[in-house]
Each structure stands twice: as C-alpha cells, then as structure tokens.
C-alpha cells in the first residue's frame, strides 16, 4: 500500500495527492489529510462541543467574516461515470433454473448456489462472498464465472461495500455469507438502503436449525434487522424449487433483497413450473373445515405439514400456509385465512419472536374483524449445541409443539367442526 500524508487544509496538496494517485502501480493509495477541526473559524477551532450544531446568527456572521465574506463562487464538478448495466451486451440471456424432483431432500442454500449459477448466463451478474462460498454454494457460481466472481474474505463490511459499488456500475450483484455473519455488516446495508442501492444478499445457516455450530453462528434476528431496512425486500424459501425461483426473482428487484436460506436439506414441495412473486405466499393445504391456519416459512413449514396430517388424524383440519415472502407480506391470502377459521392462526418461526415472521402477520391482521388470536411459536431462550431436532424441539417450532398449540388453540371449535 501507498501513503500520501498531506495538509488536508492546502488546497494546492489536496490536488497534487489526487492527481498522483495513480503513479502507484499495482499498489493501492491511501490518502491521509491531516487536518483541524473548525479550521479558519478561531472561536470553535479544534474546540469540542461543536459538532452537529448550527451556529447562533451572530456567531455566524463572524464565521463568514473571518473565513474571507460572502463570495459569488460557482463551480462545476465531473459527475460520476455513466453505469454500463450491460456490460457485455448479454443482460438478457436465457437462464436455465436448475430443476428438482417433488421429495427430493435438497438444502435451499443449495439451490441458491444452483440458481447464481444458472444467473451467470447474464454477463451482468457478479457475485461476492465472505469466505464460506463452499457453505452458501456460491462456489458453483465461482466454478462456472470466475472472471465474475469476488473473494472478500472475513470482511462482510468490505463486501457490502464493494456490493454497493458494482451495482453503482450497473452490475447485478449478489453477496453471500451465514445470516449471522450479516450483522457485521448491518450498518454499510442500512446506508445502502439510505443511497437507495440495488444489491441482493444471500444469509445461510439461518435459525437454530444449524445444530451443533451453537448460539454464535444462530442469525435468530435477521428477518427483524432486514425487514427494517429501507427498499427492503425478505423473502425466506421453503425448497429448492422456491428458493432458485426467489434467487431469479432477486435478479429484478430494486432496493435491497435479502434470501434467507437454510442449512439441513428438506424434501422439495413445489413443481419446477409453479411461480413466486414479492408479496406472495402458498396455501399447501386448506378445506372448507379448517379451524386453524397453521403459518411457516423454510424449515418450520415442513413441521407446520407435519403437524397438519398430526392434526387431521385427530380431527382438526388444519390450513397450511408457506409465507416465503415476509416482506412485502400476502395480505389477502392472510386475511382469508383469519376470516376462515375465525381468527384462530398459529404462526410458526426459526427467529426470535422480536421482529419476524410473526410480527409481519400482527401488523398486516392489526385492524381486522375479527382480529385473529395468534399464537406465536418461536425460539425465545438462548439456544445451546444439539441436533437439528433437539434444538428445534428446545425452542418449541417442532411439529409435536406446533400440535399441542393447535390443540389448544382450535379448542371447542375442533369438536364443532366449524370456525365460530
């Protein structure tokens, strides 16, 4: 690395410093101006107490007489290069999706790496990733693209950034990394949000669903600090049909997107034709008996299916609900759902309660009539080193747990066999 150390105040080494910034070779420059707070105004020179406060107008009449008066200056600066969206002219190309067998055991951070791969077909598809592409399979997108592919090591700060600007060059840009791993970043992704940037994340190993890596490597707050996010959009698969369907879907979107996606592999639900959309959901199973509507996404929508044939069994017809797109949320599908069964909706997640998939649905059900009753399944303790079941059974978001709350939940209404 190259340093220049110059007076951030000399306007004359100010240019000097950029002009030679290039004459480092292969070498990057870093540009240190030394400089003082308040510079050119001596009552708050490199004085405290100053910062972010507007001066009294007496005092800022000063400041404008010391620092030379009032001056007719107007200059024009170079804007920034024009993006180049299409880099090679090949943006558009045909992307063959990978293609899955229904109950087929496939991890969705598999087909995301699946997907990517398929994506590259675009000239204008990049991916980055923080030093675990072996464990969100963006090394299959590494494999097929090199020339288009971006190691960032253990710096998700960095790679949030360099996300940001390739997008700004007009790139599609997709980063990856464990959803944990993403609150490091969490500052330079709220700022991407604000500069209104267009970059697609992808979070792995989501939930206490992981096993026995442990708490340190469990993201049980990401739905929360994504959905906050301005621009956002959240989606969270189910399957590997979902989840390459979602990866594709991300390619088009504005703002920021964020896939979450999951460890342990799980048995494909969806044919290779159906469809995804932003602010979309699946209803996998309903009747015109249903007393409870049962809500998952990813791994807690394969015990919410468990649960249902449970249920049925016991005479409680049970609606299934895959809400993959947190934010925006289904409205519709979930107002249907509340009216249906009168109110009784039982919302299942892999995420601390704060924030998630179950605060998405209070919000969208807030100001309905009748107001759902919903019970909340999710991971409220700290969670310890198990198995994948274990763990899941620990917090309460297996299928036996989600039975027992359906039970309780449906109560005299299941021996009706009618909503009421």
Known sequence: CRAVVIDGHDLQQIDEALSSAGDGGDRPTVIIARTIKGKGFSEVENRDGWHGKPFPEDMAQRAIKELGGVRDLHISVAGPAAAQPNPNGQAS?????PRYERGDKVATRRAYGDALRALGSRDDVVAVDGEVSNSTYADLFKEAHPDRYFEM????????????????????????????????????IRMAGVSQARIHLSGSHAGCEIGADG????????????????????????????????????????GISYLRTTRGAYPVLYGNDETFSAGGSKVLRQSADDVVALIGAGVTLHACLDAAEQLASRGIQARVIDCYSVKPIDVATLQAANRDTGGRLLVVEDHYPQGGIGAAVMEALSLEDPPP?????????????????????????????IVAAAQKLAGAAALNGAPS
């Open 93 to 97: 190309a045909t992307v063959q999706l």
């Open 153 to 188: 090591f253990i710096a998700e700060q960095q790679m949030v950034a360099t996300a940001v600007g390739l997008a700004a060059r007009g790139y599609t840009v997709f980063a990856s990394t464990f959803a944990a791993f993403f609150s490091r970043a969490y500052d330079f």
């Open 215 to 254: 708490p340190s490597q469990m993201a049980l707050e990401d739905i929360a600090a994504m959905r906050a996010v301005h621009t956002s959009t959240v989606l969270y698969p189910s399957d590997a049909v979902s989840a390459a369907k979602l990866v594709e879907l991300m390619a088009s979107l504005d």
């Open 373 to 401: 009753r919903v019970c909340h399944l999710a991971v409220r303790d700290l969670p310890t080193s198990g198995s994948p079941a274990e763990l899941m059974a620990a917090a309460g978001i297996d299928a036996a747990a």
